[in-house]
């Protein structure tokens, strides 16, 4: 068993993990993220997509840690930096 103290981050991919075949945030999703949240963790994502292909989820998630696009090799925020 994991101390969840010990936890700083969870990291998610994308497609395949994260978006249903749809390639949309579902319901369950979205709470399981505000429930990592209300736990103070912080969540984010990593995908082989583009940048651009990132945005909407972190709009929608509100992920405001630093993402991965491109399987990490542009690391980017959502504000831009």
């Known amino acids: 068993m994991t101390d969840a103290s ?3 981050l969870v990291v998610s991919d994308v497609d395949g ?3 249903d075949r749809a390639k949309q ?3 369950g999703v979205a709470a399981a993220v505000a429930r990592l949240r209300a736990a103070g963790l912080p969540f984010t994502i990593i ?3 583009p940048r651009s292909g990132l945005m909407p989820i972190a709009e929608t998630l ?3 840690a630093p993402m991965g696009a ?3 090799g542009t690391v980017f925020t959502r504000d831009g930096r």
């Open 47 to 49: 995908s082989a997509r």
């Open 70 to 72: 491109f399987n990490g």
């Open 25 to 27: 945030i579902t319901p």
């Open 6 to 8: 010990a936890i700083r």
């Open 17 to 19: 993990t994260l978006v």
């Open 62 to 64: 509100a992920i405001d």
